[in-house]
């Protein structure tokens, strides 16, 4: 069998190849970055990072008993998420948010970005970005994660981004999100509006697969050998191997 080294460094050697081939095209790449560009959920993770920083102790205890899976209260969640409705545990954890100020909470998102990230990186897929944007690509990052942290990291790397927007009034968090168009159908439409002669994808998420299988170049990061056979069912992606 193939050794995960091996097996990966075709793929990365690949992925160069087309850059330098495709160098002088419009060229978009998107990556995801929640355990596609780090090992974070960002999500929960700033969640937490906020809480704890704010020292808001009730709020963070809620959030564990949300979240941890020795909680009683998960697996009742999880059930109900997995029958009736969608990201509920995400969904109630971003309400432990509601009534800070938006001025705090993009403070916060900088300061996360900062102190947490960088040793939450993944270094094969970071080496990917760094390539697209030597490449001279158009790099965005798309994600389902929160604006306040996605923002400050796009702007690290001076990059286009595309992420959960927070809902505002009065300058305080109402803990709702505004709509969020599906991925998929943000990417066509960019491509349908600046006419990107190619279209790359990198995500881990499951949910991307039909974005992965619609654009010309799709890229699955897989963490688990388990997980290796349902990305396999789409002949046309090419996996890295993590885990």
Same mark, same amino acid.
């Given at each position: ?48 990072? =906020? ?27 999880? =059930? =109900? ?140 990061? =897989? ?21």
């Amino acid at each position: 069998m193939i050794s995960s080294t091996r097996y990966n460094g075709k793929i990365f050697g690949d992925f160069r190849k087309a850059l330098e081939n495709e160098k002088g095209l419009s060229h978009l790449i998107v990556f995801d970055v929640c355990n596609t560009l780090f090992y974070s959920n960002t999500t929960l993770d700033f969640i937490e990072f =906020v809480l704890r920083n704010n020292k808001a102790n009730l709020r963070l205890f809620l959030f564990f008993f949300i979240n941890k899976k020795v909680s009683p209260l998960f697996w009742i969640l999880l =059930v =109900v998420e997995k029958c009736a409705v969608d990201n509920l545990i995400r969904n109630l954890s971003i309400t432990l948010l509601k009534g800070i100020s938006k001025k705090e909470i993009y403070y916060f998102g900088k300061r996360f970005v900062k102190e947490y990230l960088p040793s939450k990186a993944i270094p094969q897929v970071h080496d990917m970005l760094r390539q697209a944007i030597g490449a001279k690509a158009e790099v965005y990052l798309i994600s389902d994660s929160l604006d306040p942290v996605i923002k400050p990291l796009a702007e690290n790397f001076c990059l286009n981004y595309m992420a959960g927007e927070l809902e505002f009034r009065d300058e305080s968090f109402t803990g709702r999100l505004k709509p969020f168009k599906e991925k998929l159908k943000r990417v066509d439409k960019m491509r349908e509006a600046a006419g990107y002669k190619r279209v790359t994808a990198i995500s881990d998420n499951k949910s991307d697969r039909r974005l992965l299988e619609t654009v010309d170049a799709g890229y699955a990061i =897989v963490h688990k050998k388990r997980d290796r056979t349902f990305w396999q069912q789409s002949a046309s992606l090419k996996q890295i191997w993590l885990g």
